[in-house]
C-alpha cells in the first residue's frame, strides 16, 4: 500500500495544485493529511474545493483550521498569523468552513499501525522541535510509526533500545524501516516549507515494503506571492515563500 503523507497546506493553492499533478500522485492508494489546510495564503476557498477532490483521504485539524473555523480565537497567534486568520474567515464560503469545522483532532490511529497528528501525540499544537520532546510524542504513540506537521521542518526522530536519533531529510531521502525501530516522521510543508529550502515537500510511504521516500518538488511560487500580496496580507508572507522561511 501507497501512502502519500502531507501537511501545512496553508491555503496555497499553486504549491498544492502542483503536487496533485506529479506522477508519483497517481499511484499513491492512501492520502494522510497532517493539518493546516489554510491560513497565511490568499486562496483558502479553492484550496479547500482542491482537496475535496481527493479520494481516499484521512485527515486531521490543524491549529489555524481550529482558529479560522471559530473554534478558537486567534488570541494567541503572533499578529501576522491573527491577521489572515481574521481575512481567511471572510474569504471562506459556509460549506467550506463546515469541512473546516469537521476535520477530526489529532492523534489519529490510521489502519492500525500508524499514528497521524498536527503537532504531538499529547498536545495536537505543541511544537516537536528537539530530541526530548520527540520521546515524549513517541511516549504517547501506540503505534511504531508517527507522523506529524506543525513545524513545516522535515525531519525523522528514530528510537531504538531506549536510544533516540536524528535524520535529516535532504532532497529525495529513502529510507528502509526497521521492524525493531519506533519512528516519529515530520513530511515538512506543502505551502510554507521553513527549512531555507523554499519548495515543497512530502513523503511516500510504501508500506509493503517498509520504504519510506521524502520528495521535494518545485511550484509556481511568483504567482503565489502575487496573489498574496494582491490580497493585501502582510508582506512577510509572500517574501518568505521564496526564502523558505
Ligand atoms: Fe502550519
Known amino acids: ?34 493539518g493546516d489546510l489554510v491560513g497565511y495564503g490568499a486562496d ?21 483550521d481550529k482558529v479560522i473555523s471559530d ?9 501576522v498569523a491573527a491577521f489572515s486568520a481574521e481575512w481567511s474567515k471572510l474569504q471562506i464560503n459556509k460549506e467550506n468552513m463546515k469541512l473546516l469545522l469537521d476535520l477530526k483532532k489529532g ?3 490510521v489502519d492500525r499501525f500508524i499514528t497521524i497528528c498536527h503537532g504531538s501525540t ?7 522541535f528537539s530530541m526530548f520532546e520527540a520521546v515524549e510524542s513517541m511516549r504517547f504513540m501506540q503505534t511504531s510509526i508517527g507522523f506529524f ?36 516522521l515530520n513530511p515538512g510543508s506543502i505551502g510554507q516549507p521553513r527549512d531555507k529550502d523554499p519548495n515543497s515537500s512530502f513523503i511516500i510511504f510504501d508500506s509493503t515494503k517498509r520504504e519510506i ?3 521535494r518538488y518545485s511550484y509556481n511560487i511568483k504567482k503565489a506571492q502575487k496573489k498574496i500580496r494582491e490580497a493585501g496580507l502582510p508582506e512577510i508572507l509572500a517574501s518568505r515563500l521564496e526564502s523558505g522561511i
Open 1 to 34: 500500500m501507497n501512502y502519500l503523507i502531507f501537511s501545512d497546506i496553508h491555503s496555497n493553492l499553486e504549491a498544492f495544485e502542483k503536487l496533485l499533478s506529479l506522477k508519483k500522485v497517481q499511484e499513491v492508494d492512501k492520502f494522510l493529511f497532517l
Open 44 to 64: 483558502p476557498n479553492l484550496t479547500i474545493e482542491l482537496y475535496k477532490t481527493i479520494k481516499n483521504v484521512h485527515s486531521i485539524r490543524g491549529n489555524h
Open 71 to 79: 473554534l478558537e480565537s486567534s488570541s494567541l497567534f503572533n499578529p
Open 107 to 109: 492523534p489519529q490511529v
Open 122 to 128: 499529547f498536545d495536537e499544537d505543541y511544537y516537536v
Open 149 to 184: 506537521g506543525h513545524t513545516h521542518f522535515p525531519i525523522i526522530y528514530l528510537l531504538r533500545n531506549e536510544k533516540i536519533d536524528v535524520v535529516p531529510l535532504n532532497k529525495n531521502t529513502k529510507i528502509k524501516l526497521d521492524p525493531n525501530t519506533r519512528y516519529l
Open 213 to 215: 521516500q521524502f520528495i
